[in-house]
């Protein structure tokens, strides 16, 4: 639908009529390296050289207060803050553990790829730690194979040995783990 036409003191105002289309793209403004050369020969007898300006260096950015844990603190503050840093980098360092021979150290390795590993080895070092006065129970202390669920005494005795176990880990389920600590329990004492 076109345009309503104005009307002003009674006449028509006619419109010039236009044979180029008034469209204008982007690409239409923008003007070949011909046309520029050109110009600039034109212009180069008539207007100085450009001056050239140095761009501004960048800055640095300054990581965010959050991440270096400096947020408004006064001199003082950071001063007994890098105090009790250094004493906990000091408390940090392991002592050497004094073996006791008269305990008896247990380690269950288990799988981590179902959590039914997990909790049957758990089940066993809280049965085991109730029951054994004096005895230590480590879970996993290096990193375990693949489908496995080993209880054995450190340097000794394997309890229970079920390794390569494939899904759905039949052999495991089918342990009745009261029965297994029991077991344990008797071959320790």
């Known amino acids: 639908m076109p345009p309503k036409k104005s009307k002003t003191d009674g006449e028509e105002k006619a ?8 469209r204008v793209t982007r690409s239409m403004g923008r003007r070949t390296r011909s046309e520029t050369q050109q110009n600039g020969a034109k212009a180069a ?3 100085p050289n450009p001056v050239k300006v140095a761009s501004p260096k960048k800055a640095k950015r ?13 001199k003082k503050e950071d001063e007994a803050v890098e105090e009790v840093e250094k004493e906990e980098e000091e408390e940090a360092e392991p002592e050497p ?3 006791d021979p008269t305990k008896t150290k247990i380690v269950i390795e288990h799988c981590k790829q ?14 085991l730690e109730g029951a054994v006065t004096g005895c230590t129970v480590t879970l996993n202390p290096e990193k375990p194979r693949r489908g496995c669920f080993e209880i054995r005494e450190e340097g000794g005795e394997t ?3 079920l390794l390569e176990m494939k899904r759905p880990f039949a052999p495991m389920k089918a ?10 329990i008797k071959k320790i004492k």
């Open 175 to 184: 342990l009745d783990m009261e029965e297994v600590i029991e077991d344990i």
């Open 15 to 22: 419109k010039p009529l236009t044979t180029a289309s008034s």
């Open 114 to 127: 179902c959590n039914a590993f997990k909790t049957r080895a758990i089940q066993v070092k809280e049965g």
């Open 62 to 74: 300054k990581k965010p207060t959050i991440e270096t844990g400096k947020a408004k603190k006064g």
């Open 97 to 99: 553990e004094v073996e």
């Open 159 to 161: 309890f229970i040995s």
């Open 45 to 47: 007898g008539s207007a």
